[in-house]
């Protein structure tokens, strides 16, 4: 079954500071991994998807990695913004687990001004 | 608009009375799910539905059923709701099934909140 794990739980950071947001999952045999922003009260909007082949995506100021063999994926942000603020979920589909999607708990980013 | 729609928004119910909370997407995705959200215990997937009539359980189903009976529609049944069912409910959908490789995203609802008393 597939696990995905994020650290940090919680980041404040002030304005302007670059970071980076870790995801783990334990079955490594995906395609891809999807990062998602969730705002309070709102539903998920997909940030990046990476497929395996590309091991980086990048869109804006956010730039997106995946490492399947070390089973790891990285959310860069750039020169962030109080807008910025949100919780960032990652998700793996379930490996051999077809239709199965699995999300992080997630990682609370507060940038302040 | 491209958009899942999830109704209704906010639901406060009683212990035992069926509801449905529906969810309507129009983009012509084959892929739907639903998943539950709680704190500390992050998004659950309950059900997911590869394409019309094709539907399989996800991590946590027990008390819900789905139906997929037309292409844009999924909704998910509480027959028999209980207290540990409140939680705030997500219905996503995409083009086709991310696992298989495909670079289609999904697109998430809004919410729907449900107080079961």
């Known amino acids: 079954k597939q696990e995905v794990t994020q650290i940090p739980a919680a980041l404040s950071v002030p304005e302007g500071e670059n970071l980076v947001l870790n995801c783990s999952f334990t079955d490594s045999a995906i395609y891809n991994l999807q990062w998602f922003r969730q705002d309070p009260g709102k539903g998920l909007t997909s940030l990046l998807l990476?497929?395996?082949?590309?091991r980086e995506q990048t869109s804006g100021r956010l730039n997106a990695s995946l490492d399947k063999s070390s089973g790891r994926s990285t959310l860069y942000i750039a020169a962030s913004q109080p807008g910025d603020s949100a919780t960032y979920l990652c998700a793996a589909p379930g490996g051999t687990s077809y239709g199965k999607l699995t999300f992080g708990q997630g990682t609370i980013l507060t940038v302040h001004p | 608009e491209a958009q899942v729609t999830q109704n209704p928004r906010y639901l406060i119910t009683v212990t035992g009375k069926k509801l449905t909370v529906t969810c309507s997407q129009n983009m012509n995705h084959e892929y739907m799910s639903w998943y539950r959200q709680d704190p500390g215990l992050g998004l659950r997937q309950i059900y997911y539905s590869m394409n019309v009539e094709v539907t399989d359980k996800g991590d946590v189903p027990e008390g819900y059923k789905v139906s997929r009976k037309e292409k844009r529609n999924f909704p998910l049944i509480l027959e028999s709701p209980s207290p540990n069912q409140t939680s705030l409910y997500f219905c996503?959908?995409?083009?086709?099934?991310?696992?298989?490789?495909?670079?289609?995203?999904?697109?998430f609802g809004s919410g729907t909140q449900l107080s079961v008393l």
């Open positions: 990476i497929q395996s082949s590309q």
């Open positions: 996503a959908s995409s083009l086709a099934w991310v696992g298989s490789g495909s670079n289609e995203k999904l697109f």
